[in-house]
């Protein structure tokens, strides 16, 4: 076997197949095995929170049709809150498993090539210590945008659409429509829809961040291309902005 080139080779892809699992696998199971893992019901926070009560207000017939009318009692409402929101982020977890969302959106910003510039901040470890995260949906794909960060960016109404049907906000989007999410129109989600809306808008709502996850700098090419347009035809606010002292 090692007389050859084919066993040197093949000897040494089993050997860095073992140190990358060590490194990657035993021993941040090590590292992490101590740290507890949180329920769906420790992970409701205000952002969610907000997200999902403002699917009440705009699908207010969905939204009671799937979850009922919450108490009228302050305390025994945010209770009920809480808890409907947690069993939407369970069904909306398996609703995107289901879907295969995985195949095309990984769930990982990667500390390489200037990811957190698109992206947001790095992921860390923690991040994934629950039971939405089990099974962790890294993936390896992007052939739409990494969800990791996704929680706040839009609107839950454009979600609705979104889901119903891509090409009516992106034209070449290779999303497929998902109508079984909704009865008959977009403004109609049904528990499955509701529940992976709010899933959707949880990803990163616990980061410091949220929702502004990216490093935006100004671009030197604005102030470039306002002064190629003659003067005259700027509109009145460029004008005052070019003014201004």
Same mark, same amino acid.
């Given at each position: ?11 040494? /892809? ?9 490194? !990657?696998?035993?021993? %941040? ?15 409701? !926070? ?41 069993? $939407? ?24 090539? !200037? ?35 996704? /929680? /706040? ?12 049907? %891509?090409?009516?906000?992106? $034209? ?17 989600? !049904? $528990? ?39 003067? $005259? ?11 201004? %002292?």
């Amino acid at each position: 076997m090692f007389e050859s080139k084919s066993g040197i080779l093949g000897i040494a /892809g089993l050997a860095f197949f073992g140190i990358a699992f060590l490194s !990657n696998a035993v021993i %941040p199971m090590l590292m992490y095995r101590n740290l507890p893992e949180q329920k769906a019901e420790q992970l409701i !926070n205000a952002n969610v929170r907000y997200q999902f009560e403002d699917l009440a207000r705009r699908f207010p017939a969905a939204f009671e049709k799937t979850y009922g009318s919450p108490p009228a009692e302050t305390k025994e409402r945010e209770a009920w809150l809480n808890q409907k929101c947690a069993d $939407a982020l369970r069904l909306g977890r398996k609703v995107y498993i289901a879907e295969a969302c995985w195949h095309c959106h990984s769930q990982f910003v990667r500390p390489v090539s !200037n990811e957190e510039r698109r992206w947001g901040a790095v992921s860390a470890s923690p991040e994934y210590a629950n039971e939405l995260q089990r099974p962790v949906m890294f993936g390896t794909r992007r052939v739409g945008p990494d969800l990791c960060r996704e /929680g /706040g960016r839009r609107s839950s109404d454009w979600h609705a659409v979104h889901f119903f049907r %891509p090409a009516d906000l992106s $034209a070449k989007s290779p999303m497929p429509e998902y109508p079984w999410f909704f009865d008959g129109a977009a403004d109609k989600p !049904n $528990a499955r829809g509701l529940a992976i809306i709010t899933y959707i808008q949880w990803l990163g709502s616990w980061h410091e961040t949220y929702p502004l996850y990216e490093q935006y700098e100004a671009s030197p090419l604005q102030d470039m291309q306002v002064d190629a347009v003659p003067a $005259a035809q700027q509109s009145p606010a460029t004008q005052a902005r070019k003014a201004t %002292p």
